[in-house]
Structure formats: C-alpha cells, structure tokens
C-alpha cells in the first residue's frame, strides 16, 4: 500500500468513525402517542429498543450472545407485548422472541425463515411468521404461535408467490393475502385476510404485466390494496375484508401518478370517522398526503419536508400520526405531524453534529431515446464546483428499487473531504415509477446499462464531470450494473470499487437467489433471455486486449446471495485480458449486507480510500 493510501484510509477511518457515532434511528410503532424506537448511540455496538418513558431493552437480554442484534420489531395491538426476530452476529438466521415491557422473555418460539416478516393476531393472543425450514431457506409457510400454545400452520403461500414477495423497509409486514388487478380493467380484488393480523402488507408482483400490488389490513376489517401497473397511474383501493365470500370489489380512494408509487399507508382517527394517510414516492421525494375514510378528495399535507418518509403510525389522538423523515443530508428524524393542519414538530432525533452540509440539485438528464434520466448532484454546500474535482458516482437500478434521498455514510465522508457526489438512477428502478422498472427488466436490462452510461457520458461531455477523476461505487445490483458499464465505456472511469455483485448472470441458476431473479433477470435456459443477458453479463463483456480501469472487487466467501467464485472468475478474466490492468480482489468475510459497525466501517474506508487514491487528488 503506498503512503497516500495509508494516509487516505487514516482520514477516511476517522471521518467515517465520527459519522457512524451519530447512531441510528428507526421508528418500529407508537405506544401511548410516542415513538417506540430501534436507536444506535455512539459507543452502542448494536442498537437498543426504546420505549416511550426511556425505559431500553437490550437484544442480548433475549438471545444470550452479545452480538445479537434486533432485525424486527413490532409491538401487539395493547402495546404490551412485543415479538422481535434477533439475529446474532453476522450470522443470518434469527430467531422469534415474545417479550414484556420489562423486557422479560415471555416465549422464544424457534429460528425463523430467511428474513421472516412477523405480525399480531388482533386480539394480541398469537404472533403469524415463517418458521426456518432448513431444506429450503425461502419457504414460505406461514404460521402461528399462540402464546399459550404451539405453532399452528395456517398456509403455504407457494413458490409462485416466493418469488416475487418482497419484505420491504417496514418493520410490521407480514406475507399474507394477494391482492389482484384484472388485466383489462380497473376492478381490484382482495383476498380476505380472514382478521388473521392486525397490521400486514403483502407485496405482490404478478409474473405478467409487471403490476405491483401491496395489501394491507386497517382498523374495523378494512383494507387497503396499493396498485402500481406500468403504464397506468398508481392507485389506493378501499376493501372489506369482513366479506361473507372473502372477496370484495375494491372502492377507488386514491390516485396517483404513472411516474409515481405509494410506499405506505395508515388509518388516523379523527373527525368524521378518521382519514386514510397515504406516502406517495417520486423522484424529486416522497410526499404526505390525507384522504377521508368515508370518501373524498384527497389533500397534500404540508409537512417536514421532500426527502423520505418511512413508517408512518397514528399515535391514536385526534388527526395525529408520527412519521420518520430523512434526506441526503439530514439523519432520521421522528416528526409527530398533524394530517389535517400540516403542523409538524419533532418527536425523537440523534445528535447531528458533525453531519456536513449537503446541497442536493435533481438534474434531468437526456437520454439517446428520448427520455430522461433522474441524476441527484450531491455537493459540500456553499462550496463552488470544481468540474475536475473528484466525483464519487454509484447507482443501483434494479428490482424495481427507488434510490430515495437517505443520509448515507459513504457520501457523507466524501462530502466532508470536500468532493461531489453523483446518484444516477437508470432504468430498471422505480424512481420514475413501476414503467420506469419495467423499461430496463428482464430483456429490457440493457437499458439500465445504456442509461447510466449515457448520463455519465453527458456530464463529461458538457463539464461536469472529467473522466480523470470520475470513480464509481456499486453494491449488488448496482455492481452488476457498473461491473457492465467500466467494460462497455472504460474511458468514462478512473476507478471502480464493485461490492457483492453476481458477475456472471448466465449463471444465476448455479445458487438458490438466482432462482429467484428470474423475473428481474429472465431465464438464462431460455434462448432469447440467455442472448440478452449475454450483452449485459459483466463476464461476457471481458475483451480480450481490453484494457480497463483500476478494479477493487468486494466478494465475500460468507455471502449467503451471491457466489464469490464470480467474482475471483471476473478477476481472472480482466488480469488475462491485457497485462496492465490492476484487479484487487478482498474477501471482507460479511454476510451479503454487512451485519455488523466494525464490518461496515472497514469496507466503507477500503472503498473510498481506493477510489480518492486513484484520482490522484486530495
């Protein structure tokens, strides 16, 4: 390592370490109108539950291993109770825990399956999960353990619906009921939740027509089915659920965009029997807005702010909900906002010293066909730009994932060191909305490739970008993309730092995820999805005679989602291609998603110190 890298991952370690002790803040429901809250405070090496009062439970306390670590949390319907998932160390198996307020353990149900959502029956009398099957680690049976009983298989949601259920950021959702729109018309059909939970989301993508559709259960048997069609605006529908037949026709409440999602929606008491809240998602940041229960117009609310909204919960007074907020430059907030006045206050915070200050420009970017491209230009604020500084630029594009305005590490210590970062978001994500997923899935791939390489190209090309100090960071999908890219465009990278991603896609079949991709992917048995994924497998793009850019490849042996043998053969094909191309390949030994600080903080410095480095800028 030479001088410079050790002094740049010296500083990096530093700034990142002093980011990292700000902590974390995730809202996990409301008891008595507070938060209850997940939060990690500085020196903490996990984060603790908080309850409203101060009272902290501890997840060792229930799991006897001082790296366990709460991964979900929801509280019964009197508040009482709580039923947890604890996961130890880096490991990701968790198991299922009942506990009081006093954080006595009431009943430790068993091992749970691979990233098990858990909710309540409405009567607090039995906890509905997933049970661990170890000949399949994503079957997805669900049952139910009563707390003065044994658990009870109540279906087996099939491996159809495995393959395209998705668990999301919120930590109440529970797989339960599938929701339907009818191909040629607008009706939307829910399946009766049979009052089986109290609070459930079940995401559902349907094999044709790309439709999205999320139902979720609300107070006194009532339903919400959010629907998401790729060339039609999104939509709320209002369902019964106590149906004599299990099926209702569902009520038009909410409308939406087609360059737009609802990402989360509750019931808030109020006046004239209470109002629906529904988060509405594009790409400039998601929006707040209200609509009465018994019918009408639907209002925006003014509220905290365009960043992103997660989880909001009714605190049970009059109009009232609570909602966490966040954006590129301010860590999670707890707000407790008013639906009907737009009045907001905060309810919980971190420590934000320390945090520098970002100034974010949403730039629309002209793509080859046509359309555009969303790009989020990330800045030290009040700083001039320099178009030859250092430009950290990443992306995902995938799966239908929205990149939203969060407050992340990575840029935040490139921002403090005085540099630019860029978030292009190209097709195949859902920033624009389900089309916008849709335009670069399955043989449409390519488009997510050919958009990032054109945003990139046009930001060189008119001086804001220089491709001598333009690196790149992509994890996952995000690295399959750029792994694509640096090989299909060499001369618009310096460097590139790929993290955890499947290198080769004609080989998804070989491990148990990539059979479950193959609805964002397609079927490389299939002539046709094979030629595709041909000209965008990042494997497939190794020229023999090409000569890249630096390469620093993540791959870690303990990943559960992606082989590591993919990247040691991408490695291998790149050195073979042309004698001066450099590969630096690390095994940081961390599940898929790092699990623990000290993991997440070593990678993070690895990959930034290497990228600065590379420029030959400080």
Known sequence: MTTEA??????????????????????????????????????????????????????????????ARFDLVVAAPDRRLFAATVSAGGSERARLVVFDRDGRLIRDVGDVSWHSPV????????????????????????????LDGGPVPLRDLGRAAQVTMSVGRNPLVVALGVARQAAATDRVVAVSLDDECSQVLAEHVL??????????????????????????????????????????????????????????????????????AFVQRGVGGDELYGVPAAGGPAWPV???????????????????????????????????????????????????RGVPDVRHRLLRVPAGDGEWIPVHELTPAGDATDPDGPVLVSMYGGFGVAETPRCAATNLAWIARGHRCVLVCPRGGSERGPG????????????????????????QDTGRLCAAT?????????????????????????????????LDLLRLDTHVMGRLWRHEFG????????????????????RPGGRY?????????????????????????????HPDNRVTLRDPQTAHVPRTADTQLRMTVEVLAFLEAATGRK
């Open 436 to 459: 916008w997923h849709e335009a670069g899935r399955g043989r449409r791939k390519g488009r997510g490739l050919t958009d990032l390489v054109e945003a990139i190209g046009h930001l």
């Open 549 to 577: 850019p630096d390469l620093l490849l993540l791959a870690s042996s303990s990943d559960e989602r992606v082989p590591v043998a993919q990247s040691r053969d991408f490695a291998d094909a790149v050195r073979a291609a």
């Open 119 to 146: 909710g309540w029956r409405p009567d607090g009398s039995g906890v509905l999960y997933f049970p661990a099957d170890a000949a399949d680690p994503f079957r997805r049976v669900l049952s139910c353990v009563a």
């Open 6 to 67: 050790t002094w740049l991952e010296a500083e990096y370690t530093s700034l990142v370490a002093r980011l990292r002790a700000i902590g974390e803040l995730r809202m996990v429901g409301a008891a008595g109108g507070e938060p209850v809250l997940l939060r990690q405070s500085a020196g903490a090496s996990v984060p603790v539950l908080v309850l409203p009062g101060g009272d902290v439970i501890e997840p060792g306390r229930l799991r006897s291993d001082p790296a």
């Open 302 to 352: 003014a509220g905290v702010g365009r960043g992103t909204l997660i989880a909001p919960v009714a605190t049970g007074r009059p109009d009232e909900l609570l909602v966490a907020y966040e954006d590129f430059g301010t860590p999670t907030r707890v707000y407790r906002q008013h639906l009907r006045s737009g009045a907001s206050e905060p309810a919980a915070r971190l420590d934000e």
């Open 207 to 276: 094999p044709t027509g790309g439709v999205r559709v999320t139902a979720k259960a609300m107070t006194g048997g009532l339903g919400i089915t959010l629907v998401h069609h790729p060339d039609r605006p999104c939509s709320a529908y209002l369902v019964d659920l106590r149906a004599a037949a299990g099926v209702t026709d569902g009520r038009p409440l909410f409308q939406g965009s087609d360059e737009t999602r609802l990402t989360d929606a509750c019931f808030v008491p109020g006046v004239d029997g209470g109002s629906f």
């Open 523 to 542: 079927d490389s048995a299939d002539p046709d999805d094979a030629a595709a994924l041909r000209a965008v497998s990042p494997l497939s793009l190794v």
């Open 470 to 502: 333009t690196v790149a960071f992509g994890a996952s999908h995000g690295g399959t993309l750029l792994a694509s890219a640096v090989l299909s465009a060499p001369d618009r990278f310096r460097a590139a730092a790929i993290v955890a991603a499947p």
